[in-house]
């Protein structure tokens, strides 16, 4: 069943009215919608409503709601990946990568040895972008929730981020617990996982994030682009955690 987002706001009296262009078009245009045919929209909260279409104009769709889910609960820890920026645009597919095996933060972050730097306009452009690539991902991988995207971050700021009963950094140099054996040890809820630039975080990058509480961990004796160290990480990461429950599909009609 095809899936849009529709904010929470834009929802009220039994109805829910998609206005964002790009989605409008798909609606319209590509999927050719008419009245009466059946859909899913998520919310940004991670509700899920089954929807019937009752009329689309120029400007707007506007589908009444059948059924208000609450969505699933989270079968994992609460998984935040703080990925360096690599060269060109490769940090969009580490977005919609990660979006789609289920990791709830990711911070794009800089360090020292990250080449790209952006203004803060070239910067609110690419945080716009990258939302529109989560979501998209969120419905391409039948999520119920949307991962929350961090403007782009700061390393010192990073470490130091609160809420985190869990504080990971894989790294190439020194000794370091395989990140299997790490996660073992105790039940971790909310995890952060900090992911290096090429060549790998400064030492002195290391011995803050160490002097913040993070365990220094591998991810195997391969050295590994960026965007493959992130989803190794979150993988490893989601799969030992994870809670030993059936998923529910929820965009299960029942029909």
Not at 176 to 189: C, E, F, G, P, T
Request: glycine fraction near 6%; aromatic fraction near 6%; charge should be neutral.
């Amino acid at each position: 069943m095809h899936r849009f987002f529709c904010e929470s706001k834009n929802i009220s009296g039994g109805q829910a009215v998609v206005a964002d262009a790009g989605q409008l078009h798909h609606i319209r245009d590509v999927l050719r919608f008419k009245a009466g045919e059946t859909a899913v929209i998520l919310d940004e909260d991670g509700a899920v409503y089954n929807v019937k279409l009752l009329e689309i104009a120029a400007d707007k769709a506007v589908f009444g709601i059948v059924e208000k889910k609450a969505g699933l609960p989270a079968a994992h820890a609460a998984i935040t990946v703080a990925c360096a920026l690599p060269k060109k645009s490769k940090i969009d597919d580490i977005i919609d990568k990660l979006t789609q095996i289920g990791v709830d933060r990711i911070i794009p972050m800089t360090t020292e040895r990250v080449v790209v730097r952006l203004d803060r306009f070239a910067a609110a452009a690419k945080a716009r972008r990258w939302q529109k690539i989560a979501l998209s991902a969120v419905k391409q991988s039948q999520r119920s929730t949307i991962p929350v995207i961090d403007p782009m971050t700061g390393f010192d700021e990073v470490i130091r981020l609160p809420g985190f009963d869990a504080r990971l950094i894989p790294h190439l140099a020194e000794e370091r617990a395989s990140l299997k054996s790490v996660l073992h040890k105790k039940h971790y809820r909310t995890i952060l996982v900090l992911i290096g630039p090429e060549g790998d975080f400064t030492p002195t990058e290391i011995s803050r994030a160490l002097a913040q509480g993070f365990i220094p961990v591998s991810l195997g004796d391969n050295i590994l682009r960026v965007e493959t160290a992130a989803l190794v990480a979150a993988g490893i990461v989601q799969y030992e955690l994870q809670e030993e429950c059936p998923k529910q599909n929820p965009y299960d009609t029942g029909s």
